[in-house]
């Protein structure tokens, strides 16, 4: 594969994403109006024109951002088809087939309408729009495994495993629990080996499985939740936190002694979040940070070497990033809220 081609062909999109100055400009925009014609100023043009006839005011905006999302991962995708690229990219984008899943079964679980589930997908994955619609069309959690048994997705699989546990705790995080470790195990065998390329993607991954094991643990301690029912919802995986570190977390008394034990790592950083976020056991404070840690990490694989699938995967979490944050201005812009707080909400890279 022509990494040097395709990596000339990303850092011409990853140069057209929006620096701070540009973020700036739409934080002051007055409302949602506003900051719709500024938008309709940027590369989001088209989609937020589209977006704009079929939906009102902020809807029409997450309709772009979510076409838009997914016209650039697709370009993506199509430069590295048919290569060993194409897999390591399909290992990052299939996140978002366990998000849609994930998305669709909340909304089955809360008995929300079609049209409401659909506003939330992102056909991003391998899973496409028509497959989500069908899956989105079943009466209920068992017929949306049933559909995907049926049709021998390799997602059934782990919800298959689970559905009789789920039935019995009527607990959709079983579900959610089943759907992450079935994809960190299968994209972390993906990456297996000593070559750059699998290497860079299986530190991002592990590091993820940390991630994801620190907002368990959090939740947990907030929650009182039993610990021997807790062990069984931790991720295996991990680069820094293996099962007797993340059992020697579980059994602190407070928030603030899980900080204290993750102080000689790299998430250090946790300490320096305020001491409200402490007293109030305030855990979104501390998801926070940790969903930026993850986001800058992937992002800084674009300095990586220029001959390998990095300068890719780091375009992917910075594309990610752009959209989260235009979503968190709209948001904040639609419930008025104000520019210094909205400010904190976004993450510079």
């Not at 992937?298 to 890719?312: E, N, W, Y």
């Amino acid at each position: 594969m022509d990494y040097g081609y395709v990596n000339a062909r990303v850092k011409g999109m990853n140069s057209i994403l929006f620096n701070r100055k540009y973020y700036d400009t739409l934080i002051l925009k007055a409302d949602i109006d506003s900051l719709i014609t500024e938008l309709e100023k940027s590369p989001y043009k088209n989609e937020i024109e589209e977006g704009c006839v079929l939906h009102p005011g902020i809807l029409g905006i997450e309709y772009a951002l979510r076409k838009n999302l997914i016209k650039n991962y697709h370009k993506i995708l199509g430069l590295v088809r048919g290569d060993i690229g194409e897999i390591y990219i399909n290992v990052f984008l299939n996140r978002w087939d366990i998000q849609n899943i994930k998305t669709i079964l909340r909304g089955k679980n809360i008995h929300a309408s079609p049209n409401e589930i659909l506003e939330c997908l992102v056909p991003a994955g391998e899973l496409d729009e028509a497959t989500l619609t069908e899956l989105m069309k079943q009466q209920d959690i068992r017929s949306v495994i049933d559909l995907l048994a049926t049709w021998q997705i390799s997602y059934s699989h782990p919800l298959t495993m689970y559905l009789d546990e789920y039935s019995e705790k009527n607990d959709l995080a079983v579900l959610e629990y089943a759907l992450d470790k079935y994809y960190y195990e299968h994209s972390l065998s993906i990456v297996a080996g000593k070559k750059y390329d699998s290497r860079i993607i299986h530190d991002l991954l592990a590091t993820e499985i940390d991630i994801v094991n620190i907002k368990t643990i959090l939740r947990v301690i907030r929650d009182s939740i039993d610990i021997e029912e807790t062990q069984s919802m931790l991720l295996p995986g991990g680069k820094i936190f293996k099962h007797k570190n993340l059992l020697e977390l579980i059994n602190t008394n407070s928030i603030r002694d899980v900080v204290r034990k993750v102080e000689s790592t790299p998430y250090s950083f946790l300490s320096d979040i305020p001491e409200q976020a402490f007293l109030t056991d305030k855990i979104s404070a501390f998801e926070k940070e940790l969903d930026r840690y993850i986001i800058r990490k992937g992002i800084r694989t674009l300095r990586g070497d220029p001959l390998s699938i990095s300068i890719v995967i780091g375009y992917l979490w910075a594309k990610f990033n752009e959209i989260t944050n235009i979503r968190i201005i709209a948001r904040c812009k639609n419930a008025y809220i104000s520019d210094e707080e909205l400010q904190e909400e976004l993450i510079y890279v």
